[in-house]
T-cell receptor, first 115, second 113 residues
Framework: AQSVTQPDIHITVSEGASLELRCNYS??????LFWYVQSPGQGLQLLLK??????LVQGIKGFEAEFKRSQSSFNLRKPSVHWSDAAEYFC?????????????FGTGTRLTIIP | GAGVSQSPSNKVTEKGKDVELRCDPI?????LYWYRQSLGQGLEFLIY????????KSGLPSDRFSAERTGGSVSTLTIQRTQQEDSAVYLC???????????FGPGTRLTVL
């Protein structure tokens, strides 16, 4: 069975500082990997996804993530955070079975931005 | 509409009552998913619909939970005899044919007193 671990429950970062959110997954084959962001009272918005190919993927809002098969990781990064990035971030893995892509999510990382 | 819509946005009910939650997927999206977001539990898959195929119900936590999708579009998630542990945000997502990106609605916050 697939699983996702986000080891950091809460991270606080100063505005303008760099950010890295960790995600480790467990899956028997090449996974589909996603990062979603959830702002208070909002639904989930897709930041980026990895299916195959280039292991460094670019997303919206200046985010990127790198797939490292040897480490079973898909960490999310941003070089300089903005106050509007404060939200909850979820990493997810999808079964590589085209057609039913039910996602398994991590428990999320809450990001706080301080001035 | 532009996105997935869900109604109601908030629902407060008494223990033992039945509730129905509605999801309107994006027009043209053939696949529809329900997830539950509980405090401390993260997001859990509940059920998946794709066209006329039998739904994948493997995530439903008990037989009090059921869902249907009428006409390949709108879906209703029904919880019978609600319990306090059913309190959560219920999220719906849909996808276009031949893609794997799920678009989520804003969710329904269910509170069982």
């Amino acid at each position: 069975a697939q699983s996702v671990t986000q080891p950091d429950i809460h991270i606080t970062v100063s505005e303008g500082a760099s950010l890295e959110l960790r995600c480790n997954y467990s899956y028997g084959a090449t996974p589909y990997l996603f990062w979603y962001v959830q702002s208070p009272g909002q639904g989930l918005q897709l930041l980026l996804k990895y299916f195959s190919g280039d292991t460094l993927v670019q997303g919206i809002k200046g985010f990127e993530a790198e797939f490292k098969r040897s480490q079973s990781s898909f960490n999310l990064r941003k070089p300089s955070v903005h106050w509007s990035d404060a939200a909850e971030y979820f990493c997810a893995v999808g079964a590589n079975n085209f057609g039913n892509e039910k996602l398994t999510f991590g428990t999320g990382t809450r990001l706080t931005i301080i001035p | 509409g532009a996105g997935v819509s869900q109604s109601p946005s908030n629902k407060v009910t008494e223990k033992g009552k039945d509730v129905e939650l509605r999801c309107d997927p994006i027009s043209g999206h053939t696949a529809l998913y329900w997830y539950r977001q509980s405090l401390g539990q993260g997001l859990e898959f509940l059920i998946y619909f794709q066209g006329n195929s039998a739904p994948d119900k493997s995530g439903l936590p008990s037989d009090r939970f059921s869902a249907e999708r009428t006409g390949g579009s709108v879906s209703t998630l029904t919880i019978q005899r609600t319990q306090q542990e059913d309190s959560a945000v219920y999220l719906c997502a849909s996808t276009r044919p031949s893609t794997d990106t799920q678009y989520f609605g804003p969710g329904t916050r269910l509170t069982v007193l």
